[in-house]
């Protein structure tokens, strides 16, 4: 065999050997045993087969609180809420949602009161109240959520929330005339540090109705609310019909065990 023959020969087995190696590799359908339903353009994916599961999430974040009454301005605490949730997943991407988080916050306010004698009557008086409050909250609220892209959710929630008072400590500091000091103390009214839920200024419950929302990737959550107070929180009335709530909103990140 000259050399020309030998290259034709090598060159039609190469050709040969390709062309089966082609064949072995193709994963085509067959058309002709495929069912009808293949050739539909409308032909919807197959459904999320749904799956009961109550996946626990460890929750840190920032709280602001804000007391609120008619006449005054707001009185804003600042800090950190933290605990733990368990989801109740439901069909149709809904879930319920429950848990215990305690929230820490910290706030002032100054409180002016007008002298009671006329040679102070041009002084400026006020007891500054340096607050610390800690509560236990246990929400029950209902999420839904909207995939986006992967593993990366859209969500919303919204529900009402129990918070019981723990500790609501006033760090009291008066700078007023002694004379306003004695008539503020006659009226029953504590000048010196005192926790306001043992001298019965404040209820101990309140009650929030939450919105809010945020995005989801696989175990990590990040979400924002706002929680609107529904029940009057002040027990020691000055005068009638003097209320305040307690509104706040929320920014916290949580992990799904």
Not at 75 to 90: C, E, N, S
Not at 103 to 113: D, K, Y
Request: hydrophobic share 40%; net charge neutral.
């Amino acid at each position: 065999m000259n050399l020309r023959n030998f290259t034709l020969f090598l060159a039609i087995f190469c050709a040969t050997f390709v062309a089966m190696a082609q064949e072995q590799n193709n994963t085509l359908p067959d058309l002709y045993t495929m069912e009808q339903e293949f050739f539909d353009p409308t032909r919807k994916a197959p459904k999320e087969e749904y799956k009961f599961a109550t996946p626990w999430r460890l929750e840190l974040g920032y709280a602001q609180l804000n007391h609120r009454t008619q006449d005054t301005s707001a009185v804003y605490m600042h800090g950190l809420k933290i605990g733990a949730t368990v989801d109740f997943v439901l069909p149709h991407r809904f879930s319920i949602q429950t848990g215990a988080l305690l929230t820490f916050t910290c706030g002032r306010n100054n409180q002016h009161w007008a002298p009671t004698n006329k040679e102070d009557a041009e002084d400026i008086h006020f007891l500054q109240h340096n607050l610390l409050q800690l509560q236990l909250s246990i929400p029950v609220r209902a999420y839904y959520s909207v995939n986006m892209w992967k593993k990366l959710n859209l969500f919303f929630y919204a529900g009402p929330q129990l918070n019981v008072g723990l500790t609501n400590y006033d760090i009291l500091k008066a700078d007023v005339a002694t004379s306003t000091l004695d008539w503020l103390e006659s009226q029953g009214i504590p000048t010196t540090p005192h926790d306001r839920y043992l001298t019965k200024e404040l209820y101990r419950t309140n009650i929030q109705f939450g919105v809010g929302g945020g995005f989801e990737w696989d175990r990590y959550r990040l979400q924002a609310g706002y929680d609107f107070g529904l029940n009057n929180i002040l027990r020691a009335r000055t005068a009638l019909n003097y209320k305040m709530n307690e509104w706040g909103w929320l920014c916290t990140f949580s992990y799904k065990l």
